[in-house]
């Protein structure tokens, strides 16, 4: 089978994504799939379509050169939209830049590649928070799917574990570490630095913005909690309903405390159904070494699930020393996805 | 679509997957899915078929009342092949005990199974060592699974998660703790306990056998060990190959020790692929806090994968105070076979 594929979006993460693509081609061919790229969008680069396919490497090297990709295209375009009708797409990758508040455009470019026929896939957190039922019932009336395995965890399965491998348990909560930049900052707090140098830190090494606002205040967390009881449970969850608390109110003097009693603080997100009713929270918690959340240290995040199957489950992403996270990462949780979908 | 359920072996995790089956009845039958009991075959107890359905209630009764269960047979039957083949099953599930050495008579039990038509479900890790290539390649020229989720880590999802939600990936190495008696000693130890006296917990706790060298020697590590790298790699391994090494030469000295210095000996099992060659070990380690494996105490255990795609990722079991492992996790592994067989 052929996969016509459509970027809308073409930042790190989705050239990240063109490049596994690119190293998978042969992977992907011993199982029977191949591909093209038919359609890109780019925020400052220009668009381009070509439903015979388009020159991917040369795509990557105008737009990392900052060139516009238009003199790709088989005919002039000039927007998200047009790219994707005119893409021929079968499957359509989302991560363009979204506004937080309404998750626009980018729930509009979902709704027209679903009622295109084509496939969705995102790693935009805010879509799932925003537009998970209308557009998972969308996908179900087209017949195609909308995946989103890269919005919590980057792109360690976490959704995917919990659709194909927990059949038929019932799941009554969650608790884990979702925010990096929080958890490197109270991680270099407890080895002695202070809160604002921890900060600038996570923005030297490109993990926090200039404003860490959305991370300190646990926003971040809270979106990602709220994506996945809406998943989960389905149960619309929304950051507000989470409502955060940040780590800011936490010093230096309160982390040295609790080093000395053998505790920790987390910025500890989790949920509880009881009922069809889902309360969540974000905010510091001290945990001492029996909780799973202990051991996570600097961008090691993870979870664990409570079900009525089995014992406690945690899924861990570890930091390591020949790999960095990030939009390769992200990257891999796009690219499941498709493989999922097209193998289903 | 109703399912014909044959159960070879009917002893603790046999009987808490029946127990399970009428517990999610209703959520089957939510997803169109019916089943019966069609044959069992205990070990003390006789056995028992009936295409049209057995009654389980009585059977789970006779059985724990240490009666037979001939007497809920259509007609007379005397051994484990003619229950399966006198049970029409769509599905065998094999609890029977097995010889470790050569897997029998289970890989008999599952050949006759497959060969009439029906999928076969087991927890027994020695299967997979004796008998995975073979099995599988039968299984798949029925046009049937073989399958064996409970086989490590109880009944946590770990094969369907590498089944399922890593495609494409590359796996390179696991390192993990798989074997809880081990775990639950030299935790103990840590605590100052000494080895005579956690082994005799472990055993009055059920966990461990009255001869304990099958865990403290390794070999019950190196079995799951010789069953990851056969499945994930499709590379056959033995546990011969694993060579393990067991606990008894760590001392309580050694372990204060390891305290004193921050760290803690841990029964680590690990296996790394480089080409076509897997090289594979159990043995005691030194490991320190930036170890995913560091924090798992007593009856937790777990493993951390390496992969092309993502940064390390860890499965892990933790005990939890309202539910107990052991037959009733193993079940729900043995469970979810079926359901992702049912549903694939």
């Not at 042969?26 to 969008?41: K, N």
């Not at 991917?56 to 105008?62: G, P, S």
């Not at 490109?206 to 926003?219: I, K, L, M, Q, R």
């Amino acid at each position: 089978m052929h996969y016509k594929l459509a970027f809308i979006g073409f930042g790190n993460v989705a050239r990240a994504l063109a490049r596994l693509f690119l190293r998978k081609q042969g992977a992907l061919e011993a199982q029977g799939i191949t591909f093209s790229f038919t359609g890109i969008s780019t925020g400052r680069h220009g668009c381009a379509v070509n439903p015979d396919g388009l020159d991917i490497v040369k795509a990557l090297e105008f737009v990392e050169s900052r060139q516009s990709i238009n003199s790709l295209s088989l005919f002039p375009i000039t927007n998200s939209l047009e790219t994707i009708s005119h893409s021929a797409a079968d499957v359509m990758f989302e991560n363009s830049p979204v506004n937080k508040q309404t998750g626009q455009p980018a729930i509009d470019h979902i709704r027209a590649a679903l009622n295109l026929g084509m496939h969705a896939i995102t790693a935009n957190k805010g879509l799932v928070v925003h537009g998970y039922r209308e557009l998972t019932a969308l996908a179900k009336s087209k017949g195609r799917q909308f995946r989103f395995e890269s919005t919590v965890l980057g792109g360690a399965p976490v959704f995917s574990v919990f659709r194909e491998t927990f059949p038929l348990a019932e799941l009554s909560s969650f608790s884990g570490i979702l925010n990096a930049t929080t958890n490197i900052i109270l991680s270099r707090m407890e080895n002695g630095e202070d809160y604002e140098d921890a900060v600038e830190y996570c923005q030297s090494i490109g993990v926090a913005e200039t404003d860490p606002a959305n991370d300190v205040d646990g926003w971040d967390a809270a979106i990602k909690v709220a994506a996945l009881a809406t998943v989960l449970w389905d149960i619309p969850t929304t950051p507000q309903q989470v409502n955060p608390t940040g780590i800011s109110k936490i010093t230096s003097k309160m982390i040295a405390q609790a080093k000395a009693e053998g505790k920790r603080y987390k910025l500890v997100c989790s949920a509880e159904k009881v009922g069809d009713k889902v309360t969540a929270s974000v905010a510091p918690q001290l945990v001492d070494p029996s909780s799973p959340l202990y051991n996570m240290m600097n961008s090691s995040t993870g979870i664990t699930f409570r079900t009525d199957v089995i014992l406690d489950y945690s899924i861990i992403e570890t930091e390591r020393d020949d790999m960095k996270g990030g939009p390769v990462e992200t990257a891999y949780g796009l690219f499941a996805d498709f493989v999922n979908i097209v193998k289903s």
